[in-house]
């Protein structure tokens, strides 16, 4: 694996770094050797960043650059519209002097700003905009591919942006690995960094080809492995106003076998503008009535994401779904066999 500096530069201890936190807890691709963050300097990343890997935390490039190795400075935030924050270009201009590659997955295309491009140019390093859609005729139109998937598929879906989706997906692969044959197909950004064969940026990718792009990645996971599941990772909430096609194209593209629905109970309002907006979180139940109309298919199981509740809380919440929605709940993290049994059981 190449090793890797990520760059959260003030950003670490919030949701807007999930794709650090992705990488911090799981990569195929790449090891993490150091994070940029002049918030937490001298800190390792296990004290912020909750069931990830330790490594220590750097204020600039040129310090990181003094005790660890790195080939590559990615680019470990997914803001809000994918922009690249003001006080993050000093840090990029660093690497590119320090002739590291640069991997981004912003809307912020970096080959596309001048200024880094022609300076990448000049110091002989690799500008990597993997958010960036393959051109129209590398993309596939809706085919129906799902009769020729002999596959349960399982989308994994949320009550909301940034609440856990593909963290609790791949806790969920990494036990299911143990006892079926299991694949996994990214949608984001952060899926295809941590090194899946199977995705695609969902949500830059043209909408008359999203949906059937996806079900393209499914159908190859089939082709190649033969799997007996597929798990397909959501995007956004199909209750909220801001993300409806990542949830709707997920759902149309898996035609899933079942749903699991991750759902934070501790969260009052949407993580999108929460401050300006403050759109109201909808609750488990409302979700999953959404989810089973316009899916046609079944929530089978649901991950709670921990955050802002105690460990009782945690322990009383799942008490509560289980008894009134009578499927497995747990926290991925902490119990992902529970949730992986119900994928088990519809096999």
Known sequence: MKKALILTDGYLDRSTAKTSHGLLRYSTRYDITAVI???FTGSTTDEVVSHCKSVPIYGTVEE?????DAEILIVGVATIGGFLPDNFRVHVI???HNGLDIISGLHHYLNDDLELSELALQNGVVLTDIRRS???EELHYFNNRK????AKTVAFMGTDSSIGKRTALIAVYEELKKHIDVEWVATGQTGLLQGTEYGLPLDSTVPDY?????????????KDHEPDVILVEGQGSISHPAYVCGSRAVLAASQPDGIVLQHSPGRKYRHYREDEIRWPMPTAEEEIQLLEMFSGSKV???GLNPEKLTKEEVTEWVKRYESE????????????????KAMIDIV
């Open 210 to 222: 999203m949906v059937g792009e996806l079900e393209y990645q499914i159908w190859r996971a089939w």
């Open 134 to 136: 393959p051109p129209l």
């Open 147 to 150: 009769k020729e998937v002999g």
């Open 94 to 96: 660093a690497a590119i």
């Open 325 to 340: 929605l009578g499927i497995p709940t747990a926290d991925a993290l902490a119990e992902p066999g529970k949730l992986a």
């Open 64 to 68: 990181a650059l003094k005790e660890v």
């Open 37 to 39: 963050d002049y918030k």
């Open 300 to 302: 089978i199981a649901l």
